[in-house]
């Protein structure tokens, strides 16, 4: 089975502070993407990724920043948290090129951020 | 800029009843059509999933039904348990040829079944 990881299932931070979300997966996958789930929005795409050291921008990019300096692993930045941001963020992977690739999504158990 | 839209926000329904949820799109390149589970504390996870070029969808209780030229779809879940409590996510993608997707998710249906 697929698993993707999130590090921290709750955080609680207070405004200002540089946060660190990390996942990982350990299905080899090309792509990893960032969402922010709030109720009432759905899920909303932040950054992703498909590929070692590429990032392209979601739909939500603004006071957040990623990072992938291994397949396996992509974090999310928060470089000054406002409470705004605080939120359920979900972390997922899927295949790349080529037959495994069937548009699934395979997703991580979340992170519950609060900012005070 | 909603590109989904999902009805309704939440849905109560009785055991054994015929639970309906209903998604709209605007972007005619999607090529794909998932709908994706989320128990309380969990990662959603896939359910179902649709192509455009099929109108109709059955995986045991679940059913999708595809009305392309609308611009709609819809999820039926037949017999509906307790266990299918959860909220639902439609979801369209466009799948790029360098091979990452690009999914917009609908703003999700909270479904309780009551027994």
């Known amino acids: 089975d697929v698993k993707v990881t999130q590090s921290s299932r709750y955080l609680v931070k207070r405004t200002g502070e540089k946060v660190f979300l990390e996942c990982v997966q350990d299905?080899?996958?090309?792509?990893m993407f960032w969402y922010r789930q709030d109720p009432g929005l759905g899920l909303r795409l932040i950054y992703f990724?498909?590929?070692?050291?590429?990032?392209e921008k979601g739909d939500i990019p603004e006071g957040y920043s990623v990072s992938r300096e291994k397949k396996e692993r992509f974090s999310l930045i928060l470089e000054s948290a406002s409470t705004n941001q605080t939120s359920m963020y979900l972390c997922?992977?899927?295949?790349?090129?080529?037959?495994?690739?069937?548009?699934?999504?395979?997703f991580g158990e979340g992170s519950r951020l609060t900012v005070l | 800029q909603q590109q989904v839209k999902q009805s309704p926000q939440s849905l109560i329904v009785q055991k054994g009843g015929i639970s309906i949820i209903n998604c709209a799109y605007e972007?005619?390149?999607?090529?794909?059509f998932p709908w994706y589970q989320q128990f309380p504390g969990k990662g959603p996870a896939l359910l179902i999933a649709?192509?455009?070029?099929?109108s109709e969808k059955k995986e045991g209780r679940f059913t999708i039904s595809f009305n392309k030229s609308a611009k709609q779809f819809s999820l039926h879940i037949m017999d509906s348990q307790p266990g299918d409590s959860a909220t639902y996510f439609c979801?369209?993608?466009?799948?790029?040829?360098?091979?990452?997707?690009?999914?917009?998710f609908g703003t999700g249906t909270k479904l309780q079944v009551i027994p």
């Open positions: 979801a369209a993608t466009i799948i790029h040829s360098g091979g990452y997707q690009k999914v917009t």
């Open positions: 997922a992977s899927s295949p790349g090129t080529g037959a495994a690739n069937t548009g699934e999504l395979f």
């Open positions: 299905m080899d996958h090309e792509n």
């Open positions: 649709i192509r455009p070029d099929v």
């Open positions: 972007n005619t390149a999607f090529d794909y």
């Open positions: 990724s498909y590929d070692v050291k590429m990032k």
